[in-house]
């Protein structure tokens, strides 16, 4: 019985038409920047209310990726996106998605905390729906708690909601930052390595807190953390850098599989700690 994740032809990440829809689908992307190539003749599918993590060495191309699934390499002078990137089966790029519509159905989530430091707590997770238009101040409000709820950060600022984000904990700054992008009801978050500055037990909450967001929002997170990626994510894409194959997808399937019973040698050793 198919899992739903047996690839199509040479495309390890592309679903069977039998399986469930996915959400995201990427086919033979490649990004550049000024000509120079970064990522390579990438393929594959998320799941929906899965989280798919993108893993490899540095320079193979996951964080490039990651950006162009809501147009962020647009801000990039000389970036060049080919491929199709089909949100719902509608090209992102082609298909006459407005980018703000976009990026408020595909949010994100970066490296660092970067809430507004010159804002309260209320206003930073606001900001998307004043952005969009909205000002009726009991919608405000409900989205703000309902965000905050969601991302287990109500009950520590519900009583300082006007103090300044700065003040919160690098932790709870990373928690306010996935508040924000879940104040204007995305479909999917991207979140980029969101621990790698986080101690030990604000790492845990976050990834706890991962879990139970992906009842409802599909997520795609690049990390460097291998026992990371195997206790979160549902799906797994591995990416390799060469001189002559520039962020290059080698192997896509469930972590459970990537980690433990991989199609490619290269795959285990990285994943291992074996890759040099």
Not at 16 to 38: D, M, Y
Not at 201 to 229: C, D, F, G, P, Y
Not at 238 to 246: K, N, S
Not at 254 to 259: A, G, R
Request: glycine share 8%; proline share 4%; with cysteine.
């Amino acid at each position: 019985m198919s899992d739903g994740h047996d690839a199509v032809g040479n495309n390890p990440g592309v679903l069977k038409e039998s399986s469930i829809t996915p959400v995201l689908q990427l086919r033979r992307v490649n990004v550049s920047f000024s000509g120079r190539v970064a990522v390579r003749d990438v393929s594959f599918d998320v799941a929906p209310n899965k989280i798919t993590s993108l893993i490899g060495p540095s320079g193979s191309g996951k964080t490039t990726i990651l950006r162009s699934l809501n147009r962020l390499h647009d801000l990039t002078k000389g970036a060049k996106v080919d491929g199709d990137l089909l949100l719902d089966g509608v090209d992102i790029y082609k298909g006459g998605i407005a980018t703000m519509l976009l990026r408020s159905r595909i949010g994100m989530v970066f490296q660092r905390p970067n809430p507004f430091p010159t804002l309260s707590i209320y206003d930073n997770v606001v900001s998307g729906l004043r952005f969009n238009g909205v000002r009726k101040k009991s919608l405000l409000d409900e989205a703000a708690e309902s965000a905050l709820i969601s991302a287990a950060l109500w009950d520590s600022v519900s009583s300082r909601m006007k103090v300044h984000a700065s003040t919160l904990s690098g932790g709870e700054q990373q928690r306010l930052c996935i508040a924000r992008a879940l104040a204007v009801e995305p479909e999917i978050l991207l979140m980029d390595e969101p621990t790698s500055s986080l101690d030990p037990v604000s790492t845990q909450r976050i990834e706890e807190l991962m879990t139970e967001l992906k009842n409802r929002v599909t997520m795609v997170i690049v990390t460097h953390n291998m026992q990371q990626a195997a206790r979160v994510s549902d799906d797994c894409a591995f990416l390799l850098m060469a001189d002559d194959r520039a962020g290059e997808l080698i192997e896509f399937g469930p972590t459970d599989k990537i980690f433990h019973d991989p199609s490619d040698a290269r795959t285990l050793d990285y994943v291992h700690g074996r890759f040099g």
